[in-house]
């Protein structure tokens, strides 16, 4: 299977909380990232948090991390339409630092 | 100019052709990237360099070379390609390999049609 695994689609609406989830396979991964592509751009670090955390929140956005199952997710709140973007997670491990990404997320935010 | 720059942001090439596909960074980086991204796949990382010399070669096909003249400036090399090598192809930096979070900084990608 893949390193990391995300789901290909979600769709909400607008107001609502979107949460979009991550699997990952290296145990002693360092940092767990998130990024953003906004259409016809290129990605951009929305977030990360550092393996020794649990939760990390930033304004809107919430990162959960679940170690023990490999897990991560991030919440957004207030779902705008501006947040209508591909969400890629990512890790790396101590050493080089050089993220391995998954599929990407695309979040679709309808009225 | 700021950031990760990348130019053509559109190529459309036959299989015969040679082309290339330019990439420089403004933000005084000593790393740059290659990355594959293709519908539905994970992100794929295809080259590394850090203080210009290569130190990741992700299993790329011959067809593909890079070349690194500085930290600044990255090329991608491309010569008789086939069709599933149509996609988008994004550059990136980082400070270096070593330390910090590791956050990578992309450009606007290179859309590679192979005909």
């Known amino acids: 299977g893949e390193d990391v695994e995300q789901s290909l689609f979600l769709s909400v609406r607008e107001g609502d909380s979107s949460v979009i989830n991550c699997t990952y396979t290296?145990?002693?991964?360092?940092?767990l990232y998130w990024y953003k592509q906004e259409p016809g751009a290129g990605l951009q670090l929305l977030t990360y948090?550092?393996?020794?955390?649990d939760m990390k929140q930033d304004q809107r956005l919430t990162v959960l991390l679940n170690k023990k199952d490999k897990h991560l997710s991030l919440r957004i709140a207030d779902t705008q339409t501006g947040d209508s973007a591909i969400y890629f997670c990512?890790?790396?491990?101590?050493?080089?630092?050089?993220?391995?990404f998954g599929r990407g997320t695309s979040l679709i935010v309808h009225p | 100019e700021t950031g990760v720059t990348q130019t053509p942001r559109h190529l459309v090439m036959g299989m015969t052709n040679k082309k290339s596909l330019k990439c420089e960074q403004h933000l005084g980086h000593n790393a740059m990237y290659w990355y594959k991204q293709s519908a539905k796949k994970p992100l794929e990382l295809m080259f590394v360099y850090n203080f210009k010399e290569q130190t990741e070669n992700n299993s790329v096909p011959s067809r593909f070379s890079p070349e690194c003249p500085n930290s600044s400036h990255l090329f991608l090399h491309l010569h008789t390609l086939q069709p599933e090598d149509s996609a988008l192809y994004l550059c990136?930096?980082?400070?270096?390999?070593?330390?910090?979070?590791?956050?990578?900084?992309f450009g606007e990608g290179s859309r590679l049609t192979v005909l």
């Open positions: 948090i550092f393996s020794n955390m």
């Open positions: 990512a890790e790396s491990t101590g050493g080089s630092y050089i993220p391995t």
């Open positions: 290296d145990s002693s991964s360092t940092y």
């Open positions: 990136a930096s980082s400070q270096d390999l070593a330390g910090g979070q590791g956050e990578l900084f």
